[in-house]
């Protein structure tokens, strides 16, 4: 092996990793803010405000929390099985982002290729499956090991709860991956700039049986049985503190992004334009520059609403204002725009945009639905999401076939 | 909003009750508050930065008042706060005034871990036209010791300095 394949295929990938599992945590240090942020507003409170300005040195106060706090074992807890279990479920979920694509084209630094994903494997979606569900044993050697029945409780919900939902959200991404003919993640978004279409159009079913899934996966809200605070305490993670319950924070919150990063890629068309194949919005690629201004505008609209009191109207106006504006510079090819196309960066301008959708959508859930009891949880999942996803299978199948024979 | 009102709902018919739960809509109804619910004004009040308006009858910690013009101590010590008081926290201790007309106070002391805010005090006073001992508008009565609940009759008189709140 020559130099340069040397450090195209093994130094880059290793500084990707250490790249990725550095980013993630402070993503979701700010992710965490966000989340209380959100909730605090749909709340009608304030949230955060005290720790800098509007809360924003918060997560770095909760880290120094978690960091300094004494680590405290159970007398009676089985210490390795204690100590293995957030590092069993931390693991998996970081893993995870080894086949998320951000963008589509590899790009040149000091000469060498750096691909925008650190492997692309080519079952990346059934390696996908299989290392979220790994995940599990975390939990359950955490919730037993613990030797307390609040955890046992929410260790053993957890793990029913993952066992059932793994199945509709295996069978969800069957149908996507029928239509893309591979289980490649980059592939996939291949398949679907071929197509002209995000498969959110020809998968819809598949895409809620498949979120619905994964949030339930994710253990969040409504389906947050294994740490349900009114009856479990907080269900499996009951006895951890310090860095051993920041770990296993981590795990959930890098599995909501492994998550949202799948749909985006599955259904949204990853790191793609909206409407890929119609020429005449090819000014979309350059989206972070004209959705910099409807950004901003809602965003001083929205301060100018909370500032008045004004409720909706400041914020559709600085909406309004500010898309018309970036409408105009993209459409007038202002700054020669159309000539200034840079794919790496309109990949991961969108890939990040709809990764950050759902993950707001994650926290709306949150803010907005009460939790299931554990009888209709089984009775969601076998009950409705297992034949509607087998459902979708079929159906996409014939549909497939019908086409393809004359 | 309005769709998923029980007496909508009461009239609707089989298939359009199916529609409704097929599609989910109470589910996205509930979406749809919470989402407008993000962008209405705060009704949260940043407690030591920001307070709150008082009543003009708001019942904060009783106190002694001078007389607003003559600057006099209002109070006769005619003992019917202490008296009419439930919790039995005001003690007062008065003694015969030199030139043998009336009484005037020696002591005068409210005991505020056993106050309730009630008020009672405040309907016998004799004094006219302000009574001499009245319910303040103070409430930041927080304190390291028991000692320091039990208010003398010069913070009665002057009232308890307000803490500063600093960022």
Redo the contacts between chains.
């Keep these: 092996m020559d130099q340069k394949a040397l450090i195209e295929q093994v130094v880059i990938p290793i500084a990707q990793v250490v790249v990725a599992v550095a980013v993630v945590p402070l993503v979701i240090l700010y992710l965490q803010l966000v989340e209380r942020k959100?909730l605090g507003?749909?709340?009608?409170?304030?949230a955060p405000?005290r720790v800098g300005w509007h809360g924003l040195l918060q997560p770095v106060a909760d880290a120094v929390k978690l960091l300094t706090k004494e680590d405290t074992i159970p007398a009676k807890a089985d210490r390795f099985l204690f100590t293995l279990a957030p590092i069993v479920t931390v693991a998996p979920a970081l893993a995870a982002l080894a086949v998320i694509p951000i963008a589509g084209t590899p790009f040149h630094l000091f000469g060498y290729e750096v691909r925008p994903w650190i492997t692309d494997l080519n079952i990346g979606i059934v390696y996908l499956l299989a290392v979220s569900s790994l995940g599990i044993y975390g939990i359950i050697l955490g919730g037993w090991s613990s030797n307390s029945k609040y955890s046992m409780l929410g260790a053993l919900r957890s793990s029913a709860q993952m066992i059932s939902y793994e199945v509709p959200l295996g069978f969800a991404l069957i149908g996507v991956m029928m239509l893309a003919g591979s289980a490649s993640t980059v592939r996939i978004v291949e398949a679907q700039q071929a197509s002209g279409w995000w498969y959110i159009l020809p998968q819809i079913v598949g895409f809620f049986c498949y979120f619905i899934s994964a949030v339930a996966e994710t253990n969040r809200v409504p389906f947050d049985l294994p740490e349900a605070e009114s009856e479990l305490v907080a269900g499996f993670h009951t006895e951890y503190s310090g860095m051993k319950f920041a770990l296993f924070f981590l795990a959930e919150y890098t599995n909501m992004i492994v998550v949202s990063s799948i749909v985006t890629i599955a259904f949204f068309g990853g790191w793609l334009r909206p409407f890929p194949n119609v020429e005449g919005l090819a000014w979309l690629e350059n989206g972070w520059v004209p959705l910099a201004p409807l950004v901003l505008g809602g965003f001083a609209g929205?301060l100018a609403?909370?500032r008045l009191?004004?409720?909706?109207n400041p914020?559709i106006v600085g909406l309004l204002l500010g898309g018309l504006l970036g409408f105009g510079i993209a459409a007038a090819d202002v700054f020669g725009l159309a000539s200034m196309r840079v794919p790496l960066l309109s990949g991961a301008f969108w890939f990040t945009l709809k990764v950050s959708f759902f993950l707001f959508v994650y926290i709306?859930?949150r803010?907005?639905?009460p939790r299931y009891r554990y009888d209709q949880l089984m009775q969601l999942g076998w009950k409705w999401l297992i034949p509607l996803s087998v459902g979708n299978v079929i159906v996409t199948g014939l549909v497939m076939l019908l086409r393809e024979t004359p | 909003v309005t769709v998923v009102r029980s007496a909508a709902r009461r009239g609707a018919s089989p298939i359009v009750e199916a529609l409704r739960s097929i599609l989910l809509l109470e589910?996205w109804v509930?979406?749809w508050?919470?989402?407008?619910?993000?962008?209405?004004?705060?009704?949260?009040v940043?407690y030591p930065k920001e307070t709150v308006e008082l009543s003009p009858r708001f019942r904060g910690v009783p106190r002694l008042r001078f007389h607003p013009e003559t600057g006099e101590e209002l109070c006769i010590a005619c003992h019917l706060c202490e008296t009419v008081c439930p919790d039995d926290c005001i003690h007062i201790v008065s003694e015969k005034k030199p030139d043998g007309k009336g009484k005037r106070l020696v002591s005068f002391e409210i005991n505020y871990e056993r106050c309730c805010f009630c008020g009672l005090c405040v309907d016998p006073c004799p004094t006219k036209p302000l009574t001499a001992i009245y319910m303040s508008h103070d409430y930041e009565m927080a304190d390291y010791k028991r000692e320091g609940f039990v208010a003398p009759l010069r913070t009665l008189l002057d009232g308890i300095e307000p803490k500063e709140y600093k960022e």
């Excluded at chain 1, 507003?41 to 304030?46: A, D, S």
């Excluded at chain 2, 508050?33 to 949260?44: A, C, E, G, S």
């Design positions: 959100i507003f749909m709340q009608v409170r304030l405000r929205w609403g909370r009191g004004g409720g909706l914020l709306w859930f803010g907005t639905y | 589910l509930g979406l508050v919470t989402l407008k619910n993000q962008f209405r004004p705060h009704i949260t940043e």
